[in-house]
């Protein structure tokens, strides 16, 4: 499996700012759509963002005019800007490689090893 390397976690108070980095190699990046999903504890990985490759954007609706999706095509690299973050954000952030369908995200098992984004005063 091809991995992707994420980076930016850390620990925030509420109302600060975050931005995750996920690399990608190049042939990867080309060929996929770009999403972030998250994982807390005792809880389902849940999709946050992505971007198709025609630079279109989705979020969940918990993240939405928070959170920004973007992507840097000379540097093989996605961004995840989130802003104005919340304790509930708190959770490991995984970078995925995907296929846009039929107005829906697939994983396609391509995964990053995640960073942990914490929210606390």
């Known amino acids: 499996q091809v991995q992707l390397v994420e980076s930016g976690g850390g620990l925030v108070q509420p109302g600060g700012s975050l931005r995750l980095s996920c690399a990608a190699s190049r042939s990867i990046f080309s060929t996929y759509a770009m999403g972030w999903y998250r994982q807390a504890p005792g809880n389902q990985r849940e999709l946050v963002a992505y971007i198709t490759n025609g630079g279109s954007t989705n979020y969940h609706d918990s993240v939405k005019g928070r959170f920004a999706i973007s992507r840097d095509n000379a540097k093989n690299t996605v961004y995840l800007q989130m802003n104005s973050l919340k304790p509930e954000d708190t959770a490991v952030y995984y970078c995925?490689?995907?296929?846009?369908?039929?107005?829906?995200?697939?994983?396609?098992?391509?995964w990053g090893q995640g960073t942990q984004v914490t929210v606390s005063s």
């Open positions: 995925n490689a995907g296929l846009h369908s039929g107005g829906a995200y697939f994983n396609q098992g391509y």
